[in-house]
Antibody
């Protein structure tokens, strides 16, 4: 079964840091682009970041550029999102997803909730 | 504000057909065929329903179809069923930002 399982979310104070993980199984992880997408409470989906199969190419949304870092460990089939200098507006459910082709995301995790509040 | 414009809501009765639009520009939706559609039920992860404008992943009912004309892509659901009530999002690949989503459309089955 193809599966993505996120972990690492929680409550953090403004200015704090958090590292999200996404464990992949059921497919050849090192062959695919991977994404992080977030959804603030009551809001729509927003793309956050993406990384190419070997980890050498990354992209970020303007809103997180310079604060978030995406990475992957292909030996462990795991995707990461290091989030620093967190703000209240980063509060959201964070999903990891797998690329099918050109931005189409065919596999999604269940999401992990990040709450930034004092 | 989303780069792709979707209606906030649409509705239809069981058995009817509805269409959700997704409008971009010639630099994204109008410039290639990399448009996808997702269904999201409350509290659940999104599910890919259509990719590359009109392709259905395995397991998606053929009641769901996609098309594109100019800068606007569309998702059509025919034979509407109660379980189709959900939020729907389009996304596309762009040169400015690799991926952008529409604002989402809430489908209500009356």
């Amino acid at each position: 079964e193809v599966r993505l399982v996120e972990s690492g979310g929680g409550l953090v104070q403004p200015g704090g840091s958090l590292r999200l993980s996404c464990a992949a199984s059921g497919f050849t992880f090192n062959r695919y682009w991977m994404y992080w997408v977030r959804q603030a409470p009551g809001e729509g989906l927003v793309w956050v970041s993406r990384i190419n199969p070997d980890g050498s190419n990354t992209n970020y949304a303007d809103s997180v550029n310079g604060r978030f870092t995406i990475s992957r460990d292909n030996a462990k089939s795991t995707l990461y999102l290091q989030m620093n200098s967190l703000r209240a507006e980063d509060t959201a459910v964070y999903y990891c997803s797998k690329d099918l082709t050109w931005g189409a995301m065919d596999v999604w995790g269940q999401g992990t909730t990040v709450t930034v509040s004092s | 504000q989303s780069a792709l414009t979707q209606p906030a809501s649409v509705s239809g009765s069981p058995g009817q057909s509805i269409t959700i639009s997704c409008t971009g520009t010639s630099s994204d939706v109008g410039g290639h065929n990399h448009v996808s559609w997702y269904q999201q039920h409350p509290g659940k992860a999104p599910q890919l329903m259509i990719y590359e404008v009109s392709n259905r992943p395995s397991g998606v009912p053929d009641r769901f179809s996609g098309s594109k004309s100019g800068n606007t892509a569309s998702l059509t659901i025919s034979g509407l069923q109660a379980e189709d009530e959900a939020d729907y999002y389009c996304n596309t690949y762009t040169t400015r930002s690799p991926v952008v989503f529409g604002g989402g459309t809430k489908l209500t089955v009356l």
